[in-house]
């Protein structure tokens, strides 16, 4: 009785009529209409002239005068004067559900294989607000990420934020596959925005692998798709991400690349009229960014650890992404070209790398011997030519003999290959054993 009522009540409250608008003009990636009311987030249908085509799906990014403005998900195609713009009242929301994980899906939430969507998936918003940071309980343990340079030097919190800066071809993907596998966390969310379409493949064949995406979700928006694409996303993965953190999991979010979704959102404020700034980049991008990587981390039912990369061209930190992110963030890991060139995979700068909350979560032991080795191999990196031309005499200072000692032990234990896999406690234990063991040579 009491669902009759309620029906009754919500069949009065319906709204009957649908609303439309007409096309006006098409510039570039812009389409602006008159009508229908619309909110900006909002998502409309625009109907093709011609019968029996799908409607291509936009979203309102803004209002001129009494128009709105729309930007399409997809290709526009077929769009003339004239078209109808049907809103639907509702911004962009996705399927998802425990039946998504193993799967590749794009930014829509549809599989990419044009599979169809497991049954018993529910509806959610992805544009969401960040958790209020006074409910965010604080990060208070360490993550087992399974790469030994990581869980030892830079230890990641559960529910912490990183930033991977990286130049093209040093080893992000590796890394992320690595993560994705060798991490204690329930369940990954990977987002792959604005690679190229044989980059995907390449990365859930070879980097994450069977094993890896038994235990993953993947979010795919490529280099060829619309900017709206690219942006939704990075939204669609930080939002499954969210669905699962308030189901209490531990999920690890990894966004290869936010600079992608930066540039996108650069193309779209652009697009839209908005004034460059530093870069190119427009006042939007910086306003953006900020509502995105605040939304990970913890909060009162589970934790979600993001790994966001960012590339850098050459050595430039500097560059206003990078800097914009590095602020925002809770701890950057630096990759560099001239240690994956001397063979040192994986190819992280431990010296110009840093986990904010490291002080906060690992044993006073485990600090002590990480500080004493980061101290050892700051020493030799400040004496590296002098060793390396020969110019330095051992004898000449105890605490540069003690670097040159050993250097190569700390080097080989901060490689890992591959397919090495350890656990925090061995990757602890080894690195205590590293100093009590004494040098090489
Ligand atoms: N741990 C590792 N051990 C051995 N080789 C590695 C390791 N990590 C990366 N490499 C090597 O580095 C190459 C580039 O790695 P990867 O594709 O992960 O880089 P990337 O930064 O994602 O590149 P891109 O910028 O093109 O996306 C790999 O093909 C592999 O040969
Ligand atoms: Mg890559």
């Not at 669902?3 to 009529?17: A, G, R």
């Not at 911004?91 to 549809?110: A, D, T, W, Y």
Request: hydrophobic letters at 35%; charged letters at 20%.
């Amino acid at each position: 009785m009491l669902n009759l009522e309620k029906m009754l009540t919500e069949i009065d409250q319906i709204n009957t009529y649908k609303h439309f608008g007409k096309v006006q003009r098409v510039v570039g990636i812009m389409i602006e209409s008159a009508g229908p009311e619309a909110n900006v987030g909002e998502v409309c249908y625009i109907h093709a002239k011609s019968n029996g085509r799908n409607p291509t799906i936009a979203e309102v990014v803004g209002f001129n005068n009494e128009k709105i403005i729309l930007m399409p998900y997809s290709e526009v195609a077929e769009i003339g004067p004239g078209c109808l713009v049907e809103a639907t009242g509702r911004p962009l929301s996705i399927q998802v559900g425990k039946g998504l994980i193993g799967n590749v899906v794009n930014s829509l939430g549809e599989p990419l294989d044009e599979s169809s969507l497991p049954s018993g998936l529910s509806n959610y918003v992805t544009e969401q607000a960040p958790p209020n940071p006074l409910s965010r309980p604080p990060i208070s343990e360490p993550i087992q990420v399974g790469v030994k340079a990581i869980d030892t030097m830079l230890t990641v919190g559960k529910g912490q934020r990183i930033g991977i800066f990286a130049g093209s071809g040093v080893g992000k993907s590796t890394l992320l596959g690595m993560i994705a596998r060798n991490s204690e966390a329930d369940i990954n969310i990977i987002a792959l925005i604005g690679e190229r379409g044989r980059e995907v493949r390449e990365f859930i064949d070879n980097d994450l692998g069977q094993e890896g995406l038994k235990k993953s979700i993947v979010v795919v928006a490529t280099s060829d798709q619309p900017a709206l694409m690219r942006i939704k996303g990075a939204y669609t993965a930080t939002a499954i991400s969210e669905y699962f953190r308030d189901l209490g999991y531990k999920v690890n979010l990894m966004m290869d690349s936010v600079t992608r979704f930066a540039m996108a959102q650069r193309e779209v404020g652009l697009a839209a009229g908005e004034p460059p700034t530093t870069k190119g980049y427009t006042p939007s991008v910086f306003a953006t960014l900020p509502k995105l990587l605040e939304r990970t981390g913890t909060n009162e039912r589970g934790s979600i650890t993001a790994f966001y990369t960012v590339l850098v061209d050459g050595d430039d930190m500097n560059e206003p992404i990078a800097d914009t992110v590095r602020g925002i963030l809770d701890g950057h890991f630096v990759m560099e070209r001239e240690l994956a060139e001397r063979g040192q995979y994986p190819a992280i700068n431990i010296l110009k790398s840093i986990s904010r909350v490291m002080k906060q979560i690992a044993s006073s032991k485990h600090q002590d011997v990480a500080q004493q080795i980061r101290s050892l191999m700051a020493t030799y990196e400040q004496n590296r030519e002098l060793i390396q031309i020969g110019a330095y005499k051992r004898g000449t200072d105890q605490e540069i003999d003690k670097a040159i000692t050993y250097q190569t032990n700390i080097q080989d234990f901060l490689k890992q290959g591959v397919h090495d896999s350890y656990t925090f406690d061995e990757s602890i234990k080894e690195m205590e054993e590293l100093l009590n063991g004494g040098g090489a040579q």
